[in-house]
Structures are given as C-alpha cells and as structure tokens.
C-alpha cells in the first residue's frame, strides 16, 4: 500500500525557517516525481513544488519561489521541503504527493493537482509573530 507520512510542521516566526521531510514507501519511490502542496484555511488545495523522479528537475509555484527548495533523497524514500523566508501567508496544512504517472518533467503537468493519485495526510504550519 502506498503511504506518505509528513512530518516538520510547527510554528515559525515570519521571516524564519522550518524543512518539511515526507516519507514515502508502497512504491517504486525513484520512478516518480513528487510534489508539495498547500490549503490554507477556507481555500482552495495550491500547488507548491515539484521535483521529477531523479531530481534533476525542481519546479516552484511563483508564490515561493525563491524561499523554498524541494529535494529528495531516492535511497532514503524521503522528499523534503525547505521553507525559508517564511511569511504569515504561507500558514496552511502542506501535503505531499505521488505523481499519478511516470515521466513528470514540465511546469504545467508539475503543477496540476489532478495529476497525484496518492497524498499524505499533511503536517501544519503556521507563521506567526
């Protein structure tokens, strides 16, 4: 069965940092891109970052880009995310996820949400003074 559990949520300080870890297993982990996402509450589920199964690839939804960094670690079956520069509005329940095929290398197939077919159940973060 598949699993990601995601684990790094906590408070922060505006303008602090925290690194997100998602561990995956019930796969083939090294044949398939990743990505994170957000929900904010009473909003909708946003597309964060990508990164393709090998991890020559990283893609950013332009909200972060430039603050966060997405990486995986193939023979740990783990994807991280680092958040830096974090701001009130990046406050949301983050979620990873499986890409529903193989071969993800683009922004716009990274980038649309119907595109996973398995998801973790999220770690909360919230910035905050």
């Known amino acids: 069965q598949v699993q990601l559990v995601e684990s790094g949520g906590g408070l922060a300080q505006p303008g602090g940092s925290l690194r997100l870890s998602c561990a995956a297993s019930?796969?083939?982990?090294?044949?398939?891109?990743m990505s994170w996402a957000r929900q904010a509450p009473g909003k909708g589920l946003e597309w964060v970052s990508g990164i393709y199964s090998d991890g020559s690839d990283t893609y950013y939804a332009d909200s972060v880009k430039g603050r966060f960094t997405i990486s995986r670690d193939n023979a740990k079956n783990t994807v991280y995310l680092q958040m830096n520069s974090l701001k009130p509005e990046d406050t949301a329940l983050y979620y990873c996820a499986k890409a529903r095929s193989l071969y993800y290398s683009d922004y716009l197939t990274m980038r649309k949400i119907n595109n996973y077919d398995y998801w973790g159940q999220g770690t909360q973060v919230t910035v905050s003074s």
């Open positions: 019930g796969f083939t982990f090294s044949s398939y891109a």
